[in-house]
Nanobody, 126 residues
Framework: QVQLVESGGGLVQAGGSLRLSCAAS????????MGWFRQAPGKEHEFVAA????????FYTDSVKGRFTISRDNAKNTVYLQMNSLKPEDTAVYYC???????????????????WGQGAQVTVSS
């Protein structure tokens, strides 16, 4: 059983930056694909970014490409989401997620995660 704990959310002005962290425990971190998802009030749960087990492959939804960067440190059992040039439409609760990395293609990294964190609020003011 994997436990995930997010940190680093907060309030920032448009154009600013935040870095989210997600610390994992209870499993062999380097065997897991890691993802970030978000949900804004009244909107669907949305894939944001994912990274494969080694960190060698990353995937992003179109709306954050060039602004957000996902990375991981397997020695620290932690995945990060660096968010730059934030926009008010990025306001949401951000969730970290994990699953065993058996993926063979990009589509696999955007769905069906097994473990979830409690979420971190990110609010971007205009």
């Amino acid at each position: 059983q994997v436990q995930l704990v997010e940190s680093g959310g907060g309030l920032v002005q448009a154009g600013g930056s935040l870095r989210l962290s997600c610390a994992a425990s209870g499993g062999t971190f380097s065997r897991y694909a890691m993802g970030w998802f978000r949900q804004a009030p009244g909107k669907e749960h949305e894939f944001v970014a994912a990274i494969n087990w080694s960190g060698g492959s990353t995937f992003y939804t179109d709306s954050v490409k060039g602004r957000f960067t996902i990375s991981r440190d397997n020695a620290k059992n932690t995945v990060y989401l660096q968010m730059n040039s934030l926009k008010p439409e990025d306001t949401a609760v951000y969730y970290c997620a994990a699953k065993r990395d058996y993926c063979a293609g990009i589509g696999c990294y955007t769905v069906r995660y097994d473990y979830w964190g409690q979420g971190a609020q990110v609010t971007v003011s205009s």
